[in-house]
């Protein structure tokens, strides 16, 4: 089953960043009109994400101990409508990762989508809403370094109120969001809403 639009924007959303397409993740290279990116936020102690920047590498798996997970991680790009799109249904035990836009570790926000199930049972993001804060995520790059984040906070959007300026955003620090179905379920119109899982980089290991 696919994933539901993850771009849908709110009646009053935050005003979207020059160079940003409405409804588009924000692209790796800004245009020339788009502002400087936001000073960091400063880190609080113990927290060295904005000092351990990473330069691009391909993300290459995922493990989330605290929900079991262990994943490969494949590129995703945008459909013609520049919704992002979501891993192949064949294969619901992978992840996937855009492409285009800041890889896990890199100064932006990096994305990672997943299944939460498919016509054949569970997928590998069946549990995502059960993460917590202070929940450990790694993804390993094909720079063989593994960039580790700390969950910051979890939350459920409808399809109608889904905040793609929060959610796509960059803060000026690397981070991750994780990204699968929640909400009901209607067979005609599949999940109702977007679980979304906030985190930032805190650690960098090398494999």
Known sequence: M???PLTTRTAGPAPTPAGKQPGKPAPRTPSAATPPPEPAPAPKKGD??????????????????????????????????GR??????????????????????????????????????????????????????????ADR?????????????????FPDAEVYGHSGRPELRLLTCGGSFDKKTGYAANVVVFAHLTDVKRV
């Open 84 to 141: 992002l799109t979501a891993p192949p249904v064949d294969n619901p035990r992978l992840v996937g990762w855009y492409r285009d836009g800041p890889a896990p570790g890199e100064r932006g926000t990096s994305l990672l989508v997943g299944h939460r199930d498919t016509k054949t049972g569970p997928a590998i993001f069946l549990n995502l809403n059960a993460l917590k804060p202070g929940d450990k995520v790694d993804v390993v790059r």
């Open 2 to 4: 696919d994933l539901p």
């Open 48 to 81: 060295r994400g904005g000092a351990l920047a990473l330069p691009p590498s391909p993300a290459k798996k995922l493990s989330i101990p605290a929900i079991t997970i262990e994943s490969p991680v494949t590129g995703l790009g945008l459909d013609r409508h």
């Open 145 to 161: 370094r593994t960039a580790v984040f700390t969950v910051d906070k979890v939350r459920t959007y409808t399809k109608k109120e």
